[in-house]
């Protein structure tokens, strides 16, 4: 099993520009979870989904949409890059809302 | 709402010496408890949780933790420390009486272990 994968590992944008965050899972979890980690402020929720064609809005969902339609992959979209979208973007799953979390390798977005 | 604090940004402990890495938290309902640990350019790694039942949590790699429930705290403790422990280490909550999943992540201590 490969786990969680995210693609990409590294991007730079440009202010103004889109891209789309692509985490994929093959343990056959229900939810699904994006965080942003940014220095000293651990890791804060953006949006997440209880399962296929479901999102919610996490901590920090402005300039953030989600897409789940399909139940492995979860798509986290920028659709006019700011600078202070500039992050780790960490993915992760569970099987449960009181299971454990396994986590991606993350996104490191550099917003120029 | 739930919230969690690791008072220390970091913390330094001798291999070989007993560490402990502070956690509390607040939620409205019962919480489930969670610790992470972080190696440099990496996701986060689970180590260990409490659901309910024994307060001691035994965890990976020797790590383990004790829920207090009078405290409102969940430290993270190991008998002997690894240089190899050195890592960042998060403590997660969430509220047992909402299902969205939503956990509340701490800001992180850094542990270093020197030889």
């Known amino acids: 099993n490969a786990g969680v994968t995210q693609t990409p590992k590294f991007r730079v944008l440009k202010t103004g520009q889109s891209m789309t965050l692509l985490c994929a899972q093959d343990?056959?979890?229900?939810?699904m979870y994006w965080y942003r980690q940014d220095p000293g402020m651990g890791l804060r929720l953006i949006h997440y989904?209880?399962?296929?064609?479901?999102?919610a809005k996490g901590e920090v969902p402005d300039g953030y949409n989600v897409s789940r339609l399909k139940k492995q992959n979860f798509l986290l979209g920028l659709e006019s890059a700011a600078p202070s979208q500039t992050s780790v973007y960490f993915c992760a799953s569970s099987y449960t809302y009181t299971d454990t979390q396994y986590f991606g390798p993350g996104t490191r977005l550099t917003v120029l | 709402a739930q919230s969690v604090a690791q008072p220390e940004d970091q913390v330094n402990v001798a291999e070989g010496n007993p560490l402990t890495v502070k956690c509390t938290y607040s939620?409205?309902?019962?919480?489930?408890l969670f610790w992470y640990v972080q190696y440099p350019n990496r996701g986060l790694q689970f180590l260990l949780k409490?659901?309910?039942?024994?307060?001691l949590v035994k965890g990976s790699y020797g790590f383990e933790a004790e829920f207090n429930k009078s405290q409102t705290s969940f430290h993270l403790k190991k008998p002997s420390a690894l240089v190899s422990d050195s890592a960042l280490y998060f403590c997660a909550v969430r509220d047992y009486n909402t299902n969205a999943g939503k956990s509340t992540f701490g800001d992180g201590t850094t542990l270093t272990v020197k030889p």
């Open positions: 989904s209880v399962g296929e064609g479901t999102t």
């Open positions: 939620v409205s309902g019962n919480p489930y």
């Open positions: 409490y659901i309910t039942g024994d307060n």
């Open positions: 343990m056959n979890h229900e939810y």
